[in-house]
């Protein structure tokens, strides 16, 4: 079992930044890749990043050059920096780790104001 902890969200203007945090603990040893998550209201749950164990990452397109996911493995946590956020990027923001199994966080919530 992986339990996962997000932290970091909140309310923020457009153009602002935030830096989510999602801890991990369990059996750690055994994921494989850690990935961060987002659901708007009304709207399909969809990937935002993802980083493997080998630290090679990747991003939606709607995020790429403004979002930067990175692992601590002495700290068993993965971030994601949010930079020049807008308001669509208004959502749930969950943390995801694979390994044998798929875990989910509980969800940290994102409000972007214009």
């Known amino acids: 079992q992986v339990q996962l902890v997000e932290s970091g969200g909140g309310l923020v203007q457009a153009g602002g930044s935030l830096r989510l945090s999602c801890a991990a603990s369990g059996a750690i040893s055994r994921i494989n890749v850690m990935a961060w998550y987002r659901q708007a209201p009304g709207k399909q749950r969809e990937v935002v990043a993802r980083?493997?164990?080998?630290?090679?990452?990747n991003y939606a397109d709607s995020v790429k050059g403004r979002f930067t996911i990175s692992r601590d493995g002495v700290k068993n946590t993965v971030y994601l920096q949010m930079t020049s956020l807008k308001p669509e990027d208004t959502a749930v923001y969950y943390c995801r780790a694979e390994s044998r199994q798929i875990y989910w966080g509980q969800g940290t919530q994102v409000t972007v104001s214009s």
């Open positions: 980083v493997s164990n080998g630290g090679s990452a």
